[in-house]
């Protein structure tokens, strides 16, 4: 070894910024609404690698939707999306304070990420399947899954779909396609692509959807998907939705210092675009675009959803611990809620008196809707599964050693 | 009936159920043009198309994990794992999901998939070549696990097996692909041209999932066996001259404890024989099951016989196997007992 070596150190990747710190994205470099073009749906990935490194926005500061990406959805729709947003913010805020209140054991909300999976539900198709992570419910909502058999599951009650087998936000609905949720992370990235693949070997025009976070990009699976959706050409979405947080591990933790989540895409010859996640228009126009792709047999995209989570990972964390208080608030790409009806009240469709009275609706109808759950019950009283229910359906047939077993059990 | 080895009969499983039903796609790391490295699924891709068959990335996570999407599509994926020794990448896709898909979706998306892999040694292949994995697969709730140990049973067992709605773990013990084994490598190769179990019947007849097969009536002691060992246990049984009773459970999970438990209450002694390694192994939950249900018929401790519990060794590989030799010591020793 030669003298002019020094020793070796370990690279750890930090965040800008740390409790106690102001919270800092002069780095964060975001392009002008309107300013990336709308490429045709059957452009050759190679063409587009410049999209992996800039931010599809259609919203601009002003409220105006403005570029190639606009204009996909007519005020109606708009309206319903902002409302679809709405639901779900109010329904996460009382579920987070019923968990609080010890009616459930777990929660985790969306805040700050609702544009995500509300306005990706519009561009995806009756019959087509979604595989999410448990911070997609605007894929339900959006597609009117009852919030009261949510909230049964959330309760773990008699009425409890999955008769208390599962965790409470880990939903399953084959007929709102939305993949039963495994909460292991990444496992169901490599599934969408397997459900695809089927619906391209059974010559359908089905299309799936993956969802992953941008910390669990790191897992093999997510390897294992992109090899699969590049090799067979599945006519899958592949979503990955960086919400800057990983419990408290920030995003570089595991993208390292290069690139983005999106560039990953490009070793695999995978069509690869970012999209601001905070504005509805945008994440709508990109889905549509992608999911367009998909159906035309054009081959899989790759989304990352750039967002910021702005509440705890779960009811089981706090944040305060590992990141600056005021770094929500800073977070340079607003609110997804907020900036919507910004855009609807600049149009003239939507004002502050309306925006108010569609809340105190909205929450009419969840605190309405709570209260039917909680007749039934909670994780705290009221009527609650069977235990027969967990010897269940582990298999089609009950085999005679489980039977036993619930025999056992005094069930 | 036509005579056949455990590959051909593999081969016609796969060929009757995908002539029968569109649904099963088989795929897997050299499956497709080439057949398989084994040639279980030979001419296939010819006869059905790349879209029914075809050859997969090395990548056991990715195989296992989109043929859960396929089953949750409606398809029926049998795919294969070259090595059941390269089955570790795909385990979380396969505790975690596969086998949880029913329970936790309250069967809202079920996973009838078929997850074939070669097992077991005896062929010099190493440790990376040789392992039997089984336990760590009838630990999973959820899963059924199968080994056949001849023709006639790997295609009636892989027919029921596609045919089951629920995930099905399929090991074949390579040693036996070609004809049966009763460990003595130094004596010249048997095939299957010759053998009874080497028939097997035309069409579909199933070998139902959960039923253990007598493979050799006997008073004085039940040797609970499958894959290879049976053939070994005959041999021991041959040899020693000890009137054993020989079960190939055939189906580990669901487990055939009905048959276990006459034959035990029987003979009052109890073998117990594989090729995986011993601590945990699936001999301890067998004994358990005995004890449980037989103490009092018992006459004598019971005796595992099985591979050592260190990684599977190549040049000492016959030191290794649990072999006639090993196995007819435990005969003589739970006659003495």
Same mark, same amino acid.
């Given at each position: ?18 409790? @106690? ?8 470099? #975001? ?38 990406? &606009? ?39 969306? *805040? @700050? ?26 894929? *339900? ?104 947080? &990983? ?54 995209? *790759? ?17 305060? &611990? ?21 855009? *609807?009240?600049? #149009? ?64 | ?99 949880? /898909? ?54 009636? /067992? ?65 040797? /609970? ?23 190939? /459970? ?88």
């Amino acid at each position: 070894m030669s003298d002019d070596v020094s020793p070796l150190s370990l690279n750890v990747p930090e965040p800008g910024c740390r409790p @106690g710190d102001s919270p800092d994205f002069s780095d964060f470099e #975001i392009p002008r609404a309107g300013s990336v073009p709308r490429p045709a749906v059957d452009v050759d990935p190679d063409e587009i690698r410049d999209m992996a490194f800039s931010i599809v926005r259609v919203l601009n500061k002003n409220g105006e939707a403005v570029g190639d990406w &606009a204009g996909a959805l007519s005020t109606e729709e708009l309206r319903e999306g902002l409302r679809h947003m709405m639901t779900l913010r109010t329904f996460d805020a009382r579920m987070m304070n019923a968990q609080r209140q010890g009616k459930t054991s777990f929660y985790m909300q969306h *805040l @700050g990420e609702e544009a995500v999976s509300c306005a990706f539900s519009r561009a995806m198709q009756p019959g087509d399947m979604n595989f999410p992570t448990y911070r997609q419910a605007g894929l *339900l909502i959006a597609r009117d899954y009852p919030m009261l058999t949510m909230m049964n599951q959330i309760y773990s009650n008699a009425e409890d779909p999955l008769h208390g087998r599962q965790l409470p936000i880990m939903y399953s609905s084959k007929e709102h396609g939305f993949f039963s949720i495994s909460g292991n992370l990444g496992t169901q990235f490599v599934q969408s692509v397997g459900w695809a693949m089927a619906s391209a070997i059974s010559g359908d025009t089905r299309i799936a959807a993956g969802w992953i976070g941008d910390g669990s990009t790191a897992e093999s699976d997510f390897h294992a998907a992109m090899v699969f959706a590049s090799t067979y050409k599945a006519p899958v979405v592949l979503n990955i939705v960086n919400n800057q947080w &990983a419990i408290s591990t920030f995003q570089g933790i595991a993208r390292g210092g290069v690139g983005t989540f999106a560039a990953r895409g490009h070793g695999f010859g995978i069509a690869s675009i970012r999209v601001d996640g905070n504005d509805y228009l945008a994440v709508h126009s990109v889905a549509k675009w992608a999911c367009e792709r998909a159906r035309r047999g054009l081959g899989p995209t *790759l989304i990352e959803h750039v967002t910021y989570r702005a509440g705890g990972h779960s009811t089981s964390d706090d944040p305060s &611990a590992y990141r600056s208080k005021s770094e929500a608030a800073a977070w340079p790409l607003g609110d997804p809620i907020e900036r919507l009806k910004q855009h *609807l009240i600049t #149009i003239g469709e939507w004002s502050e008196e309306r925006h108010k009275q569609a809340e105190a609706e909205i929450l009419d109808q969840v605190v309405t809707v709570q209260k039917e759950a909680e007749a039934v019950g909670t994780l705290a009283a009221g009527k609650t599964p069977s235990p027969r229910d967990m010897f269940e359906g582990v298999y089609e047939t009950m085999p005679s050693h489980l039977i036993r077993q619930r025999q056992e059990a005094g069930f | 009936m036509a005579q056949m080895t455990m590959i051909e009969a593999i081969r016609e499983a796969h060929d009757v159920a995908m002539a029968a039903d569109e649904r099963v796609v088989v795929y897997g790391e050299d499956v497709g043009y080439f057949g398989g490295v084994f040639r279980c699924t030979a001419g296939l891709q010819e006869k059905y198309g790349k879209s029914r068959c075809f050859d997969a990335p090395i990548n056991e996570a990715g195989i296992v994990g989109t043929a859960i999407g396929m089953a949750a599509y409606g398809l029926k994926p049998v795919i294969e794992i070259q090595f059941a020794d390269y089955v570790y990448p795909a385990y979380d896709q396969i505790v975690s999901e596969a086998a949880r /898909l029913r329970h936790r979706s309250n069967a809202d998306f079920t996973c009838p998939i078929v997850i074939r892999m070669p097992t077991g040694g005896g062929i010099f292949g190493g440790q990376t070549h040789s392992q039997s994995p089984e336990a760590l697969f009838t630990h999973v709730s959820g899963l059924k696990v199968v080994m056949p140990s001849n023709p006639r049973d790997a295609k009636g /067992l892989l027919l029921a097996s596609i045919a089951d709605p629920d995930p099905v773990i399929f090991f074949e013990p390579k040693r036996l692909y070609n004809g049966p084994f009763d460990g003595h490598h130094d004596r010249p190769i048997v095939s299957w041209k010759k053998h009874p179990l080497g028939e097997v019947p035309d069409g579909d007849d199933i070998v139902p999932l959960g039923k253990a097969a007598l493979r050799r009536e006997g008073n004085d002691v039940t040797v /609970l066996a499958y894959g290879t060992m049976v053939y070994v246990a005959e041999a021991a049984a041959e040899a020693t001259g000890v009137d054993a009773e020989i079960l190939d /459970l055939r189906t580990l999970l669901p487990l055939d404890l009905d048959a276990i438990v006459d034959s035990v209450r029987k003979t009052g002694r109890c073998v117990i024989v594989h090729e995986a390694t011993r601590t945990s192994g699936f001999g301890a939950e067998l004994m358990s099951l005995v004890q449980e249900a037989c103490f009092y018929h018992l006459e004598a401790p019971m005796i595992r016989v099985t591979g050592w519990d260190t990684p599977y060794p190549h040049a000492q590989e016959w030191e290794y196997f649990p072999g006639p030799g090993r196995v007819g010591e435990a005969l003589k020793k739970v006659m003495e007992d």
